[in-house]
Structures are given as C-alpha cells and as structure tokens.
C-alpha cells in the first residue's frame, strides 16, 4: 500500500518553512525520507524507526508517530538548495531485514529567492 | 569509495526486445534493490536481492528478472519490451548483516525507452 504524501506541491520563499507529511495505513516499522533534484538519483536524508523519535539533519527534521503510521518532515529556513521532490518511503515488517521499501508520489518542493 | 554505479546510462530498445541493465554496490553493502521510476513518480520496487536470491519482489510481472553475483553486483532483465516499461530504472544498495533497517543508497539510474 502506497503512503500517502501531502502537500502534493508547495512553492516558499527562502527562509520559510515548510511541512511535508506522509502516512500509511499499514503498520509501519521505518519511514525513510528521501529528496530527488531533477534528472538526478533520490538521496537519503534521515531513516526514523518506530518508537515515536525525532530526527535532524541541520535544518531538516522528522518525526514519525508509529500509532498514527504517520511521518512528518520539518524544513526551516528554506535555501534555494532544498528544492526538489521529496519523497517518503515506509517500511513494515519488524524490521529484521529484507523488507521492501514502499514510496509515496512525492511531494514537490520550489524555494524561490 | 565508489557509490552505486549503474550500466548503461541511456538505452534505447523496440517492444519485444530483452535489456539487461548492471548495478555495481556501494562498497561495504550486500543487498541490491531495484526500482522502476515513471516520469513524475516515485519509485516503485521491483525486487531485492540479498546472498545470491531474490528476497523481496514487488507487483511485476515475470518479465522482470534479476540475478545477484557473488560480488553482490547485480543485473536486472526485462524480456518482451512494453511501451509502459519505458521509465528510469534505479538500483539502490544497502547492507543486511547486522542492521535491523535499510537505508538505501541510490544509483544514478538507466533511462531505457521502448520505442
């Protein structure tokens, strides 16, 4: 089952800050998230396992509420080197390996100056 | 240290046609997933490859094959070429042994077109 990724687009100016969410209705063990720049491979950003943690990677966070199978990603402060298709991938299972990952439509992101 | 690399970068094939694309992992991994990407789309997974066998696959029809090596290197074939098979082909290395989650490294991608 595909997760599902809102907004499906989101247009900000640098500086702003922005959400992306994505939830599941399976039973989710990881949500990875993941950014795509045009013509280019998706590069990994962070990997949330199930225990409700939160997560950072200088500007870019997430949080992943196991209960509601559902992830979020926070940027704040937007540079023009964040845009891109953002794309979550969730995982089931009990994580001991082996398990395929599933990704949502992606959510694409433009930060104008 | 060599990220994913994939082979080749561009392929031009006519329906009917078989391709066989290559993907060479991260150092240090040893497993091999494969994703398809249509234009505008997330990637969708084919299969997973871990110690020689397919270990995950996804809804694709027997077209789709793989094959692991036992340097962990990987190929992926499509036999009887569609028009919908044209898309971008990513191959994704993680490693297994030891860790309990799969956080993926992408590849390039082959972006193969059926004419």
């Known amino acids: 089952q595909q997760p599902v990724q809102s907004p499906q687009a989101v247009i900000l100016r640098e500086g702003e800050d922005a959400v992306i969410n994505c939830s599941s209705s399976?039973?989710?063990?990881?949500v990875h998230w993941y950014r795509q720049k045009h013509g280019e491979a998706p590069v990994f950003l962070m990997i949330?396992?199930?225990?409700?943690e939160q997560k950072g990677h200088d500007k870019i966070s997430a949080s992943f509420n196991e209960k509601k199978q559902q992830s979020s990603l926070y940027l704040t402060a937007s540079q023009l080197s964040y845009s891109g298709t953002y794309f979550c991938g969730t995982e089931g299972g009990d994580g001991t390996g082996g398990f395929k990952t599933i990704f949502g439509a992606g959510t694409r992101l433009f930060v104008k100056a | 240290d060599a990220g994913v690399t994939q082979s080749p970068t561009h392929l031009i094939k006519t329906r009917g046609q078989q391709v066989t694309l290559r993907c060479s992992p991260k150092?240090?991994?040893?497993?091999v997933s494969w994703y398809q990407q249509a234009l505008g789309q997330g990637p969708q997974f084919i299969f997973q490859?871990?110690?020689?066998?397919?270990?995950q696959r996804g809804n694709f029809p027997d077209r789709f094959s793989g094959h692991q090596f036992p340097n962990y290197s990987s190929e992926l074939n499509v036999n009887a070429l569609l028009l919908g098979d044209s898309a971008l082909y990513l191959c994704a290395s993680s490693w297994t042994s030891g860790r309990v989650y799969n956080e993926q490294f992408f590849g390039p991608g082959t972006r193969l077109t059926v004419l």
């Open positions: 490859y871990y110690e020689e066998e397919e270990r």
């Open positions: 949330l396992l199930k225990g409700g």
């Open positions: 399976k039973a989710l063990y990881s």
């Open positions: 150092s240090g991994h040893d497993t």
